[in-house]
């Protein structure tokens, strides 16, 4: 049985008061059958460029390693049809809580509100590793804990990166580190920032620095990695059959050195291995 490919960008500033007005009765069917006979997934993917995990290729193709794992388990589940909407990421989440979508991929870190609020798989399907980013000449930060006290570029409270430094500052009240939670803000402007001196760091995805100041080509280093972290594929609540199904697709993968082998492709180096 032949397997369709769908791709449906969609662009809109308003996602996610219209995916909160939906009524339970409005809203789409998921994992539902198909024409030909399988059941079809809708999957929420990131609009806004992640690279090396989510991105348009030169033929405006989503592209990447989250990407490739997606296809490959497609491709396990003959039971199952993908289809993909390019959404903001807020509305990744708000439609995958709600059931609009059947599952969102976007390098997802765990945090106490994403194990409430949606369903996880066994085990993870990648890595990444979380960095800190100074000034070039700064030669005091070169560990999370040279944090405390310092001014760290402004994080979503409810990001997978905002664990760590709350967790520090509650340890950590006298010398706690300083920063301003946000529900948006772009590392590039927080790049841009440290580079004026309005911020002593940024904490967060080493490829995001890598890709962003490719282009920035500010004056600014990694001072440290900090962690090596697993990402999740996050699942509606209603969907336990279909994380079952990832289940057993993710575990082949590893054991037959698919992931390993992205793994490689997009990050020049085997995540999966013991370091």
């Known amino acids: 049985m032949m397997k369709k490919w769908f791709k449906k960008a969609v662009f809109?500033?308003?996602?996610?008061?219209?995916?909160?007005?939906?009524?339970?009765?409005?809203?789409?069917?998921?994992?539902?059958?198909?024409?030909?006979?399988?059941?079809?997934?809708?999957?929420?993917?990131?609009?806004?460029?992640?690279?090396?995990?989510?991105?348009?290729?030169?033929?405006?193709?989503?592209?990447?390693?989250?990407?490739?794992?997606?296809?490959?388990?497609?491709?396990?589940?003959?039971?199952?049809?993908?289809?993909?909407?390019?959404?903001?990421?807020?509305?990744?989440?708000?439609?995958?809580?709600?059931?609009?979508?059947?599952?969102?991929?976007?390098?997802?870190?765990?945090?106490?509100?994403?194990?409430?609020?949606?369903?996880?798989?066994?085990?993870?399907?990648g890595y990444t590793y979380t960095s800190i980013v100074t000034k070039a000449n700064e030669k005091d930060i070169q560990s999370f804990e040279d944090l405390g006290g310092r001014i760290v570029s402004p994080l979503n409270p409810g990001g997978g990166t905002s664990v760590a430094i709350k967790e520090f500052n509650e340890k950590n009240p006298d010398h706690p580190i300083l920063i301003d939670w946000t529900e948006s803000f772009a590392d590039a402007e927080a790049f841009k920032g440290i580079d004026a001196g309005k911020y002593d760091a940024w904490y967060g995805n080493s490829h995001n620095f890598d890709v962003i100041n490719e282009s920035l080509k500010l004056d600014l280093k990694i001072a440290a990695y900090v962690s090596k972290e697993?990402?999740?594929?996050?699942?509606?609540k209603d969907n336990e059959e279909l994380v079952t199904a990832f289940n057993e697709a993710t575990k082949q993968l590893k054991e037959d050195g698919t992931l390993a082998e992205l793994s490689n492709k997009w990050f020049g180096k085997n995540y999966f291995e013991e370091e």
């Open 12 to 125: 809109t500033t308003t996602a996610v008061l219209a995916l909160a007005a939906c009524s339970s009765e409005e809203e789409k069917e998921t994992v539902e059958a198909s024409a030909e006979g399988t059941k079809v997934v809708y999957v929420a993917q990131n609009i806004v460029p992640n690279k090396p995990y989510s991105f348009f290729n030169e033929k405006n193709e989503m592209d990447g390693y989250t990407v490739d794992y997606l296809k490959a388990v497609d491709e396990l589940l003959k039971d199952y049809t993908f289809e993909y909407d390019q959404v903001e990421a807020d509305a990744m989440l708000v439609g995958t809580e709600t059931g609009k979508y059947d599952l969102a991929a976007n390098y997802y870190y765990l945090t106490p509100e994403r194990k409430e609020n949606y369903l996880l798989g066994e085990s993870e399907y």
């Open 230 to 236: 697993p990402i999740w594929v996050l699942f509606n």
